[in-house]
């Protein structure tokens, strides 16, 4: 007798905790940035409460981005904003710095937390190599 599928799951899903939407990091997003980090948050696929969540490193090229609808201005300026407001850390920098033959990697980050205060340490994408 074949299982029967679980009627009461739910289909796949980004979580946005209250905490986070409650954030001045957050509240302070541009529009293009608010509408991508879902994306973002998504490519690390453990749960919310998993401590390798912000140990996995993921990529999120221009091409994929494009296919979603983002330009690739508006993907550059959205990496730049997520990193300043810290939702994101870079990992490596891939693209033209590497000949073409790698992506830029990240890592999720909890900076947001603390971003607005003076313990928050931002992060510009262009001084890291």
């Not at 453990?46 to 993921?58: A, I, L, V």
């Not at 891939?94 to 033959?101: A, E, H, P, T, Y």
Request: proline share 5%; glycine share 6%.
């Amino acid at each position: 007798m074949a299982r029967e599928k679980n009627k009461n799951r739910l289909p796949p899903f980004v979580a946005l905790p209250w905490e986070m939407l409650n954030s001045k990091a957050y509240k302070e997003l541009s529009h293009a940035a608010g509408k991508a980090l879902p994306y973002f948050l998504g490519k690390v696929k453990t749960t919310y409460n998993d401590p390798q969540r912000y140990w996995t490193e993921f990529s999120f090229s221009y091409r994929e981005a494009n296919k979603l609808g983002f330009a690739t201005t508006t993907h550059h300026n959205v990496i730049r904003e997520l990193m300043a407001k810290g939702f994101l850390e870079p990992h490596k920098k891939g693209g033209l710095k590497s000949d073409g033959k790698s992506y830029n990697l990240f890592r999720l980050s909890k900076r947001w937390e603390k971003y607005g205060t003076t313990a928050f340490k931002g992060i510009e994408w262009h001084t890291f190599i």
